[in-house]
């Protein structure tokens, strides 16, 4: 059992920037990789960034150049910076957890982020 907590969400002005974090706790084993997804309404999800246990890191494409995710393995918890955001990264943005050598995905419950003037 693995449980996310995530915070950071919000409502921000088009060209702000956020912060998520999401912590993880419970039965945690390393390695993992940690990573965040959106999805809007009407839209598939889709992955923002995820983080593996060495430190490498992809990114979709619409975040490309403008978010950074990031790992602090001492408090099990991922980060997502987003910068020049705009109305259209609106969306919920969802914490994702997996362990390497295992098959089963964990999720946060979510953060809303609304970006609007």
């Known amino acids: 059992q693995v449980h996310l907590v995530e915070s950071g969400g919000g409502l921000v002005q088009p060209g702000g920037s956020l912060r998520l974090s999401c912590a993880a706790s419970g039965n945690i084993f390393r390695p993992y990789t940690m990573g965040w997804y959106r999805q809007a309404p009407g839209k598939r999800r889709e992955l923002v960034a995820a983080i593996s246990s060495d430190g490498s890191a992809l990114y979709g494409d619409s975040a490309k150049g403008r978010f950074t995710v990031s790992r602090e393995d001492a408090k099990d918890t991922v980060y997502l910076q987003m910068n020049s955001l705009q109305p259209e990264d609106t969306a919920v943005y969802s914490c994702?957890?997996?362990?390497?050598?295992?098959?089963?995905?964990?999720w946060g419950q979510g953060t809303q982020v609304t970006v609007s003037s």
């Open positions: 994702n957890y997996r362990q390497t050598l295992g098959s089963q995905d964990y």
